[in-house]
């Protein structure tokens, strides 16, 4: 489908479960950026703590973004080996998770 | 403080009401990609429909994601009278709304 093609953004906010000690997180997040050598289709992640200062973060503590090539990218990655044996480890150290994929798209003024 | 420098990325996830017509939500998106032009501390401004296929988008829609040079230049950013005046009208056509900040860190492997 062409409308599918375009950068899509992958984006996971997350909350870790209480108990779940930092360097066991440090490790989960490494995991979570190790899938870009294993998954061909995600070409970039980057990670940070929530920083917000509105207070409409919804309890959620990390942000998580990678980037795909197109939609049927992401698709290729949620079913992927790599994806699905490191989203079950990932998920289970989790409280709470939200995912949304958009194509970024500038406004012209 | 040296640790509040570095880009800053502001992910808002929102949820329009039911009834908001298609050209009063491109008015916003438009309202939105404006501020760029009038807060000198936001650089950058890209938005998407949400295209996820994993079911964990907690009924969000749409995406907005804007970059600041720092924390400060989020905080100046929330209270400009542009960003109030405009957040105004903005949230109260939406049915959901949900606010990260985070620093993009890469991690090496």
């Known amino acids: 489908m ?3 093609k ?3 953004k992958h984006v996971l906010l997350a909350r870790f479960k ?3 000690p930092p360097d066991q997180i440090d490790q989960l997040i490494k995991g979570y950026a190790n899938l870009v050598s ?3 289709p995600m070409k970039a992640f980057n990670w940070g703590m929530d920083v917000s200062i509105e207070n409409l973060h ?3 503590t990390h942000v998580f973004e990678s980037t795909f090539e197109s939609t ?3 698709a290729e990655y949620i079913s992927h080996p790599a994806h699905v044996e490191f989203a079950d480890l990932f998920l289970s150290n989790l409280d709470k998770v939200l995912v949304v994929d958009y194509k970024p798209t500038t406004v012209p003024i």
Chains 1, 2 share one sequence.
């Open 2 to 4: 062409e409308e599918s």
């Open 6 to 8: 375009g950068v899509v």
């Open 18 to 20: 209480d108990g779940v």
């Open 38 to 40: 294993l998954i061909e």
């Open 58 to 60: 919804q309890g959620f």
């Open 72 to 74: 049927e990218g992401v």
